[in-house]
């Protein structure tokens, strides 16, 4: 069976985040993997990536030009890459994307990952940006999340198999993508084995990804209850960011809050080692790895209820409703402040996310490879 993964991600995004690690860790897990199928990874331009050293054949299909390259390599596709996907018996796109649009509606077989969803799910999700706080981020969401959404309603029909990162992805899409249950296949993604528990002292850090000013305020709160603790924000998101950081100004919380932008996994497996919480505040999550990352750090988690997150997180962590302030500040309150409590998050935590490999998740890819071929 020929095989074709493409790969542009990897080689257009600044930061090595979300689809960026699910092409990462897939095609280094396929690799690792015997089988007699033959893997091609599909891009645009030479890369030194680690994954384009792996063994695997790589098809790269220059673009027209390198000027306007998003509207260049739309016309590759309508051209040039409708002959190359030929030679394949499937191809897996690993994200819907604009410029990708024309290979859906060619005669190759073809699998298609969904791993986010509010931004072409949800348009009435409470976390996208808004108009009125973050005209340049909304404007740029909007010009290319609502082409997608109505360029989807053509090519919907065509992809032979969908794969969701979760059973709440699975479920929306049956119902807001009116996609048939016989073509979703459930997939969940891993964390990798570079997270684990490293010896390091505690310092006194409660870590979070969402720079939102809910998490300021509950911050605000657990100060006034005493606790001594920074706070570490780790992000590149746009929404939310600007107002959580008025914030931090207006509450005089400089030197207590550290935002700390963009941090390799190297750095990330380090200060979820030394952190004693890791909180995060999602309004939607149709997956959500750095808790599965945290808990394999032996870092306690502490999240809200939404979505895919109690498929993840299970009972190894605390799950609250995201509107109620007071019961997060108290459950966080409770696991910094109780050793009992927090040894047995650490306990559980780990052993759930044994629970989430990469190796299943490349396993599991190559079998709705195999069905779609066989179909």
Request: with cysteine; charged share 25%.
């Amino acid at each position: 069976m020929e095989v074709g993964i493409t790969t542009d991600i990897i080689d257009s995004t600044k930061y090595p985040k979300g689809v960026f690690q699910y092409i990462k860790y897939l095609v280094q897990n396929i690799a690792k993997i015997e089988s007699n199928h033959n893997v091609h990874l599909i891009h645009y331009h030479q890369n030194p990536h680690p994954i384009y050293q792996l063994g695997l054949d790589e098809t790269i299909v220059q673009p027209y030009s390198l000027h306007f390259p998003s509207l260049s390599k739309f016309f590759t596709n309508l051209t040039k890459m409708q002959a190359v996907l030929k030679r394949f018996d499937v191809v897996h796109f690993p994200e819907p994307r604009l410029v990708q649009v024309p290979l859906y509606f060619t005669d190759v077989k073809t699998v298609l990952t969904l791993h986010g969803g509010h931004l072409y799910l949800h348009p009435h999700d409470p976390s996208k940006p808004k108009v009125y706080r973050e005209p340049k981020y909304w404007l740029k969401t909007s010009l290319y999340t609502k082409p997608l959404r109505l360029s989807f309603l053509k090519f919907r029909d065509k992809i032979d198999m969908y794969v969701a990162v979760s059973n709440y992805l699975k479920e929306n899409m049956m119902k807001q993508l009116k996609i048939p249950e016989e073509k979703i296949r459930v997939i969940y993604l891993g964390v990798d084995e570079k997270f684990k528990p490293q010896k390091a002292e505690k310092e006194g850090i409660i870590l979070s990804d969402t720079p939102l000013p809910g998490l300021i305020e509950i911050y605000y709160k657990l100060r006034k209850k005493g606790m001594k603790h920074k706070l570490v924000i780790f992000s590149m998101r746009q929404y939310g960011y600007k107002k959580a950081k008025e914030m931090v100004s207006k509450l005089d919380l400089q030197k207590e809050v550290i935002f700390a932008g963009y941090v390799s996994d190297e750095k990330l497996v380090k200060l979820y080692s030394t952190a004693d919480l890791y909180l995060r505040l999602p309004l939607v999550e149709t997956f959500g790895i750095p808790p599965l990352e945290a808990m394999a750090c032996g870092c306690p988690v502490v999240t809200t209820n939404v979505g895919s997150l109690p498929e993840v997180v299970g009972d190894a962590g605390i799950l609250k409703n995201p509107g109620d302030i007071e019961g997060l500040v108290n459950a966080i309150y409770e696991v910094l402040t109780n050793d009992g409590l927090r040894q047995d998050m650490i306990k559980k935590g780990l052993e759930r996310a044994k629970m989430f490999s990469w190796e299943k998740t490349a396993r599991e890819t190559i079998k709705v490879y195999e069905e779609v071929v066989k179909n």
